[in-house]
């Protein structure tokens, strides 16, 4: 099993920059596809990154060129690096943890629960 907790969330102008962590819990971390999601107000879920086992990344298009994923394996921890954050991007951001097959369904999925971000001046 794969226990999220997500931190480092908070105010910030736009502009600025926050670093959102993601700590996990269980032997399946260094096998285990992440993600950071987020859901403003009124609107539905989506996918803002994600990092594979190997280190592949994607990023939504609305945050390339802005926010960095990465993964620490000795710390079992996912980072979210934000920059030139705008009102926009506030939301609930969610931490996620899967396990997918070979056509990229998933098997199995963890959520986190969530670390609020407002970009306000």
């Known amino acids: 099993q794969v226990q999220l907790v997500e931190s480092g969330g908070g105010l910030v102008q736009p502009g600025g920059s926050l670093r959102l962590s993601c700590a996990a819990s269980g032997s399946s971390f260094n096998i285990i596809t992440m993600a950071w999601y987020r859901q403003a107000p009124g609107k539905q879920r989506e996918l803002v990154a994600h990092i594979t086992s190997a280190g592949a990344t994607n990023y939504a298009d609305s945050v390339k060129g802005r926010f960095t994923i990465s993964r620490d394996s000795a710390k079992n921890t996912v980072y979210l690096q934000m920059n030139s954050l705008k009102p926009e991007d506030t939301a609930v951001y969610y931490c996620?943890?899967?396990?997918?097959?070979?056509?990229?369904?998933?098997?199995?999925?963890?959520w986190g629960q969530g670390t609020q971000v407002t970009v306000s001046s």
């Open positions: 996620n943890a899967g396990k997918y097959d070979t056509l990229g369904y998933v098997l199995v999925q963890y």
